[in-house]
């Protein structure tokens, strides 16, 4: 398993009935967490010191409590910083096990020692494209919600990277990859976090087992011949490490070479020791 364990503003405290403890900053969190099937014993004194917890409706969704909690706050990772907003559907606007995803391919564009150029699709609020613009490449970050994209630019803005190399387009990802396959553009790295379920701006349907394979051999289109990597995540039940390793395999490495991994990605747990799961990553690389 691949853990982000390089976080000082971020941990998971305790794990227990359906839900995780977590420390954002200063400000202690409770969110519902379908991997937590275990009842252990509720030790941590953060269970009694919560600052906003999420309640899950048994009709689907839920809401949030808030006790003593802005409405925004920021907190860092290495060398950058994001801006968290508790939203709907139990979401901070950060992923924070995608931090060993960012740690690797920084790593890769440091160690070009070339202008790299990085395509980021379904980029969200960013995570991904600040740290691989903060390592030194250009980064074009496509989402589909106009309000993600802002969120991204806040996060640039607070990171100091407002200046940096960053193209911020509101559009349909694979509409996006399409003409970009006309223009004849193409790209040293691929970064992918697509939703299980989504809609474009003009209502376009994405569903995840249906589209991603088709797509990660779309996109492999868009890769130029000294590229560099290519990653996908996933939060979709099915979608195993393997079934990703499966895909790269077939669509990128049979064609251009190189190698192919794939791994749960977690998160260590204070209280126990453990690492919670957080989802799968695949990542192709020379």
Request: charged share 25%.
């Amino acid at each position: 398993m691949w853990i982000a364990d390089n976080w000082k503003d971020y941990e998971v405290i305790d794990t227990s009935c359906g839900e995780k403890l977590e420390r954002w900053g200063k400000y202690i969190l409770l969110r519902p967490d379908p991997q937590v099937i275990w009842n252990t014993p509720q030790k941590a004194p953060e269970w009694k010191q919560l600052n906003g917890h999420y309640h899950r409706s048994s009709k689907g969704g839920g809401e949030w409590e808030f006790f003593s909690l802005p409405e925004e706050w920021n907190i860092h990772y290495r060398n950058l910083t994001f801006r968290l907003k508790p939203f709907s559907f139990k979401h901070t606007g950060l992923f924070p096990e995608q931090a060993v995803n960012w740690d690797w391919f920084s790593e890769i564009i440091k160690k070009a020692e070339r202008p790299v150029k990085i395509l980021n699709l379904f980029a969200y609020t960013g995570g991904a494209t600040l740290s691989a613009a903060a390592a030194g490449a250009s980064v074009t970050h496509v989402d589909a919600s106009k309000g993600m994209v802002a969120w991204a630019k806040e996060n640039a803005a607070v990171s100091g990277l407002g200046d940096a190399p960053i193209r911020y387009l509101v559009d349909d990802c694979v509409k996006f990859v399409e003409r970009e396959i006309r223009r004849g553009n193409t790209y040293d790295g691929i970064i992918m976090d697509p939703p299980s379920y989504g809609r474009g701006p003009k209502g376009e349907i994405w569903k995840m087992e249906d589209s991603i394979y088709p797509f990660i051999e779309l996109s492999s289109k868009l890769l130029s011949k000294d590229a560099l990597f290519f990653l996908i995540n996933s939060y979709t039940t099915g979608l195993q490490p393997a079934v990703l390793t499966y895909m790269l395999s077939s669509a990128i490495a049979k064609k251009m070479g190189g190698q192919v991994m794939s791994s749960e990605i977690g998160i260590p747990v204070k209280e126990s020791g453990l690492i919670l799961p957080c989802g799968a990553s695949g990542r192709w690389m020379r």
